[in-house]
């Protein structure tokens, strides 16, 4: 299983937006929720589905 930091998780999600087509508001707002819904716990809400969230 593959370990990120917060901080690499951040980058990773955030630069994933952008190539999506995010601004970078809506990226930074994406990534944060992601993020704190993972450091939380909340799996269900957190990376697992950040791919969902692009589409």
């Known amino acids: 299983m593959m370990q990120l930091t917060l901080d690499q998780a951040t ?3 955030r630069m994933a937006a952008l190539g ?3 601004n ?3 990226a930074q707002s994406l990534t944060a929720s ?3 819904a993972e450091a939380e716990g909340l799996s ?3 990376l697992s589905h ?3 969230y692009l589409e």
Do not use: N, P, R
């Open 11 to 13: 980058g990773l999600c």
């Open 44 to 46: 269900t809400v957190g």
């Open 50 to 52: 950040f791919i969902d």
């Open 24 to 26: 970078e508001e809506a």
């Open 34 to 36: 992601i993020i704190a």
């Open 20 to 22: 999506a087509g995010a």
